[in-house]
């Protein structure tokens, strides 16, 4: 498809020469980009193809140079992208040094904030519109709250905050009856009902009782309503929460209206306090294989188009989240005290695969990871054994519930932790580089992260026995299908806090926790044909390590280096664990050498990719290796007094 504007149209005057005719052109030349870039690379296609009109709408009305825009979630955001001078880097869409995903500030200043997570825009643009009125600054305030994030309590607290602004603030509601899956919850099923609530001829009776609260500007806001009720397609007197939180309420409208939008737009700038717009739009529309299946087509890996039908290739492996699905159902059927939980990720955590085999025992809570914890207490104080699956950087939302209502409680809550670690092309917004230092340092949680699919099985088993709150880490990886292990090697079941040889070796040790020990294994099989022996050890347990294994690798007697090797973060992870315990039992620390991800947030890339980036893949690793033991060649001593670490040896990625 050749671009008639797409590519020449990078700024708000440039939309604004455009008839009507050419913004639908304009659209569907998007759409054509959005869905070419993400069949060859992957990333978030529905939602995106619903946003559409909408961007563009706001971005002939809205001068975004100067007048701020937050997006919630931040995956919406690719009209935006193209539409600000970006449609060129979308050949390498969530590559390195392509466009990322979500909103970045380094890539342009029309971006306001780099985001993720959800529930964020309405309060975070309360905060710029507060700043902007106690500067007396004029930029209109802008959030697009979409893919069910309103349903998240951060957004409550934003709306209930409101009354704080006294000036412009304009929150769009996009609704497009899904999140990442299927809006769940008492407030979704209200929604549904919006959406089939009074018809149009009720707009002209609904919208002069609502703008009558609006001085000055009120007959301005009715008369324009008035003219473009035939754009709009349903309407609502407004939802008594919105009402009662002084949010005037105008919908729902069709978010594919561009048109109406953009007179509905001008209007609302007028405003001097907030509103709130409920806009209908379609999640995928324009493909018709996300518009039948927006679930398979929310973040879908590279797909094949052909025609009307598009086919995602089967992955030629098994991931580790397909296998916890899997152990989760054999563990289901033999114990029925385990209860499966998901906050709004049923797919990417594989609860949807249990949900059909236990849908009595397997539950999405929606965006609302905190209250997925608090649940999940609650279940484990009646006795069950709560599985709550979680990725890595989103329990971060919910440390305050981790600790006051699973660990002070000391109650048998179960963590699965998905997408911990490098994450690829989602990029920093989702690497879960600090689940490890996040809960090691509460009280009585079991941290643990297997190296394979068997160990996923056993220490899921194992966390299960216990009395007390555990977190199982895992990456967005397929599970290795074999390992190179010594021959006649036998899988030892979980011992609390007990750490396995996987292979001996005279020259340097690698204590490995998770993944990596699968790049350990391979790298120290590597340096072993060069005439180096390195031993391996699979740590299993990040709390409590292996407090034995580690007096003995640091003993006097013992004078080989230690490296620590970890996917996640160095300050606080795995590897400060070691060096913390060596100190307090005053043992030498200077054997020790860390390894894992440096304290700076990793762009996008394929996993692969930033695993070499920052130097913990099996070149990485043997490279780390070979510095060391080059040195101990050269000083027979250098075991007792190696001070090099990871950070202050960035050299070596």
Not at 330 to 346: C, G
Not at 441 to 468: G, T
Not at 561 to 568: I, M, N, Q, R
Not at 634 to 647: G, L, Y
Request: hydrophobic fraction near 40%; glycine fraction near 8%; include cysteine.
């Amino acid at each position: 498809m050749n671009y008639q504007f797409l590519g020449n149209v990078n700024h708000h005057d440039e939309i604004c020469k455009l008839s009507q005719d050419e913004l639908s052109i304009l659209a569907s030349e998007i759409r054509d980009l959005i869905t070419k870039s993400v069949s060859n690379s992957g990333g978030h296609l529905a939602s995106n193809l619903g946003v559409t009109e909408l961007t563009i709408a706001l971005h002939r009305v809205f001068n975004f140079e100067q007048d701020r825009l937050v997006w919630d979630v931040g995956h919406q955001c690719y009209v935006h992208k193209m539409l600000t001078g970006r449609s060129h880097m979308f050949d390498l869409l969530r590559q390195a040094g392509g466009v990322s995903g979500f909103p970045s500030p380094s890539e342009s200043k029309t971006d306001q904030f780099a985001v993720g997570h959800a529930g964020t825009a309405i309060p975070s643009a309360v905060g710029l519109a507060l700043g902007a009125q106690l500067q007396n600054s004029p930029e209109n305030i802008v959030a697009v709250v979409g893919d069910a994030s309103i349903v998240n309590g951060l957004a409550f607290e934003g709306l209930n905050n409101t009354p704080l602004i006294k000036r412009q603030m304009l929150i769009i509601f996009n609704d497009n009856s899904m999140g990442i899956s299927k809006t769940e919850g008492a407030f979704a099923q209200y929604l549904t009902k919006l959406r089939v609530s009074r018809p149009v001829e009720d707009l002209h009776r609904t919208t002069e009782m609502m703008v009558r609260r609006f001085p000055y500007v009120g007959k301005r806001i009715h008369d324009t309503m008035e003219r473009i009720k035939g754009g709009i397609k349903t309407t609502l007197h407004g939802w008594h929460g919105f009402e009662q939180l002084g949010l005037p309420y105008f919908g729902p409208i069709d978010g594919h209206d561009t048109a109406t939008m953009i007179k509905l737009f001008e209007a609302f700038k007028h405003i001097d306090h907030p509103v709130i717009l409920h806009v209908l739009t379609e999640k995928g529309r324009g493909f018709e294989p996300a518009t039948q299946d927006p679930c398979t087509f929310h973040s879908p890996a590279a797909f094949r188009v052909d025609g009307d039908t598009a086919t995602i290739p089967g992955s030629s492996g098994k991931s580790f989240t397909h296998a916890f699905a899997d152990a989760m159902c054999k563990l289901m059927e033999k114990d029925k005290r385990v209860v499966a939980f998901t906050a709004a990720m049923p797919d990417g955590t594989g609860v949807s695969k249990i949900q059909k085999e236990f849908p009595d025992r397997a539950f999405d809570v929606g965006i609302a990871e905190s209250a997925c914890t608090d649940i999940a207490a609650g279940l484990a104080k009646t006795g069950l054994r709560p599985v709550a699956a979680i990725y890595s950087t989103f329990l971060q939302r919910a440390f305050d519930q981790t600790f006051q209502e699973v660990s002070l409680q000391n109650l048998p809550v179960t963590f699965c932790l998905d997408r911990a670690g490098l994450v690829g092309g989602d990029g920093a917004v989702h690497h879960g580089f600090c689940d490890v230092t996040m809960l090691r340092c509460l009280p009585n949680f079991v941290l643990m992260a297997p190296m394979d699919e068997e160990e996923l099985n056993q220490s899921l088993e194992f966390s299960i026995s216990l009395d007390s709150p555990a977190a199982i880490r895992y990456p967005r990886d397929k599970v290795p299908e074999s390992l190179p292990l010594p021959e006649g090697y036998q899988s030892q079941p979980f011992e609390l806090g007990k750490a396995v040889t996987l292979r001996e070796g005279t020259d340097a040790v690698i204590v490995s926790y998770g993944i990596l020990t699968q790049q350990a294994l391979l790298a120290a099989e590597n340096l072993g044909k060069q005439g180096y022996s390195i031993a391996v050890v699979n740590a299993r347990f990040a709390k409590p390590i292996d407090e034995a294994l580690i007096e003995k690798l640091l003993s006097e007697e013992d004078h080989r280096p230690v490296l620590t090797l970890e996917d996640h973060g160095l300050i606080g992870g795995f590897g400060s664990a070691v060096l913390e315990f060596a100190q307090q039992k005053k043992l030498d620390t200077r054997k020790i050498v860390r390894l894992g991800m440096p304290d700076e947030f990793i762009a996008q890339n394929s996993r692969n990719g930033q695993l070499a980036q920052v130097g913990i893949d099996q070149a990485g690793i043997e490279k780390q290796l070979r510095e060391i033991l080059a040195e101990s060649k050269s000083n027979p001593r250098i075991n007792q007094t190696h001070t090099k670490s990871f950070v202050a040896n960035k050299s070596a990625v």
